[in-house]
Every structure is written in structure tokens, then in C-alpha cells.
């Protein structure tokens, strides 16, 4: 059976139409916004991607420095535990040596009635009245030492005494501290560091006991002393910065606070009284932060009145105090 003329020809429109919309859609998909809007998800799914990728490594850092500073902690923790256990057996060694010797036991602090001193300030038995000592002298000067404003220098509160009567009792009266010796020149280094500087604070870290050749204690206490630069600071200890070529270095330090990272290593004799005293200021830690360099801080320090021990002044030796201490004990 044979198609009719007009049959074919309405099959051929049909499939020229079919492949008309078939060539309609095709464009449609290949038109610029729809090549446009997959191109925008694609992206849209990569930045997703690359989003939780960055917070899955934030993710991960967070957990690396929580357990960095866990492990420091425990780390910081063990230590302080094995040096309070050395300090333990070095006092239980000394306090053996006292007995077996038949020496007296030493007394690290004043026999008066001091009310502004902590209640450990009072005659004790055992061999860790050397770490008191240390913690009483620490505590007993941690805001300086005032005396009147002008020479002659006298106490100018009760607290000033008391702290005498500390160091009387509790200190040799020849005792050695850096280039000086006697109980007046170790007042008189902290007359000066309390005047010449704004605000005066020790901020102690930890004490312990340490191994010494000969029968004498020695305790080692890490501190931070925390002064205020100002005018007096300058005029006393940094004369040189008041000079026109160095007023930039001045405008970076003055009425600024450093904190000084300080050791302070205490002898004992075999009364239990402080026989040497050394100290060690790191300035240049302190400095540093508020100045652009090194260089800089090396200007700051390289002409400044301060001696390799910490000691004020260019005439660090001659005794300013009006008052002389007693020799008898």
C-alpha cells in the first residue's frame, strides 16, 4: 500500500518540526545565561568546598595549640613539682647537717613585732626559714623604700622602720650585695630605685633552694620588678637620653612602665642570716619592647647609671642615709 503525496509531505513537516525543537532546546542550553548560571553553581559549590575546608584547618589548629598548651602546662607543672621536691630535700639535708653538727637553727626573720609583715615573720625550727626569708624580703620591700625627699634621709613612716628592723634582723650587718657591702648601702640602693623612679613593684615567680659546695644555704628567687619611667628616672639614671640628639628615644620610654625580669640569689651564714645578696636585672628584656631596636636599647643602657649588679647612681659607694644601723646583731 502506497502513501498519498499530501501523507509525505505531512510526515516531513512533522519531522522537520520535531527537529526544530530539538535544535530550540539545544540553544537553550548552550545560551550564555545557562552556560552563566552552572558556571555559577559549580563555583558556588567550590567556594562551599574551600570554606569548609579552611575551617576544618582552623578546626585543626585550634586542637593543636589546645594540646600545646596543655603539654606546656603539664610540663610547667612537673617542673615546679620537681623543684619544690629538690628545695624539700636540700632543706631536710641542711636541717640533718644542723643536727648533726649541734649548731643552733637558723632564724630567718625579725624577733620584733612587725604588724605590715606577713604572719610567717616569726622564729621558726626548720630549715625552711631559708625560703622564708627570701619570701619576707621580697614581700617586706616589694613597694621600695621611702624616705623623706630631701637629705638627710630619714625614714619617713613606720613601715620604713619596720623594714630596717627586718634587715637588722634578718641580714648581716657586713653583708656583701654586688660591688657594696653593709645593711646601710643595701637601704640606700633601695632608697634610690624607690625615688628615682615613678612606681616601684616586685612581682615574685617562684623561690627554691640550690645545691652550694659549701655549708652555707643559697636561695634563688625569680622575680619581676616593675618600674615607672619618668623625669627622675632620667635625670638620675639616664642623664644622657636628656641631650637633643636623643629626644626620640626619650619620647618612647618616658612615663612608660617596664617590667624588669630580676633574679635575686640570697647566701646564709650559719646563723640563718642573709650573708651575701646578688642580683641580676635583665633591662634589656625590659626595654625592648618600647623601643624600635636593639641599637636603640644599647644607647638607652650604654651610658646609663646602672652597674653590671643593678646598682643606681654614678657614686653608687657613698652612704646617703642619715641613719646608721646597729652593728650588734
Not at 632620667?234 to 617590667?259: A, D, E, T, W, Y
Request: charged content about 15%; some cysteine; aromatic content about 6%.
Amino acid at each position: 500500500m502506497t502513501s498519498s503525496p499530501e501523507q509525505g509531505e505531512s510526515g516531513e513537516v512533522s519531522r522537520t518540526y520535531s527537529f526544530d525543537k530539538q535544535l530550540i532546546s539545544l540553544s537553550e542550553d548552550l545560551s550564555p545565561s545557562s552556560v552563566e548560571t552552572t558556571g555559577d553553581a559549580k563555583t558556588a559549590d567550590t567556594n562551599t568546598n574551600i570554606s569548609r575546608l579552611e575551617r576544618r584547618r582552623e578546626q585543626s589548629r585550634t586542637r593543636q595549640l589546645r594540646y600545646l598548651q596543655r603539654k606546656r602546662q603539664y610540663e610547667n607543672d612537673l617542673q615546679s613539682s620537681v623543684d619544690t621536691l629538690q628545695s624539700d630535700v636540700r632543706g631536710m639535708e641542711l636541717q640533718l647537717q644542723f643536727l648533726r653538727t649541734g649548731e643552733p637553727c637558723p632564724c630567718s626573720c625579725p624577733t620584733s613585732s612587725i604588724n605590715s609583715l606577713p604572719p610567717s615573720l616569726t622564729p621558726t625550727t626548720t630549715s625552711s626559714n631559708f625560703l622564708q626569708t627570701a619570701r619576707d624580703l621580697v614581700h617586706c620591700f616589694r613597694f621600695g623604700f621611702s624616705t623623706t625627699a630631701s637629705p638627710p634621709w630619714i625614714p619617713c613612716s613606720s613601715s620604713c622602720e619596720e623594714q630596717i628592723h627586718f634587715v637588722q634582723n634578718a641580714m648581716h650587718p657586713d653583708v656583701l650585695h654586688g660591688e657594696l657591702r653593709g645593711q646601710n648601702s643595701f637601704l640606700e640602693q633601695w632608697r634610690r630605685y624607690t625615688a628615682f623612679f615613678g612606681s616601684l613593684e616586685l612581682h615574685p615567680h617562684n623561690f627554691a633552694l640550690l645545691p652550694s659546695a659549701n655549708s652555707h644555704a643559697v636561695c634563688r628567687a625569680q622575680l619581676t620588678l616593675s618600674l615607672q619611667l619618668v623625669m627622675a628616672s632620667f635625670q638620675h639614671v639616664f642623664p644622657h637620653l636628656l641631650q637633643p640628639q636623643h629626644s626620640s628615644l626619650l619620647g618612647c620610654l618616658l612615663n612608660h612602665q617596664i617590667r624588669v625580669p630580676t633574679t635575686l640569689q640570697l647566701q646564709f651564714d650559719a646563723r640563718g642570716r642573709v650573708c651575701r645578696c646578688d642580683s641580676a636585672l635583665d633591662f634589656v628584656a625590659a626595654l625592648r619592647p618600647l623601643l624600635n631596636s636593639y641599637a636603640d636599647v644599647a644607647n638607652v643602657l650604654q651610658r646609663a647609671h646602672i652597674s653590671p649588679c643593678g646598682h643606681l647612681g654614678p657614686g653608687a659607694g657613698p652612704l646617703d642615709l642619715a641613719f646608721v644601723l646597729s652593728p650588734s646583731t
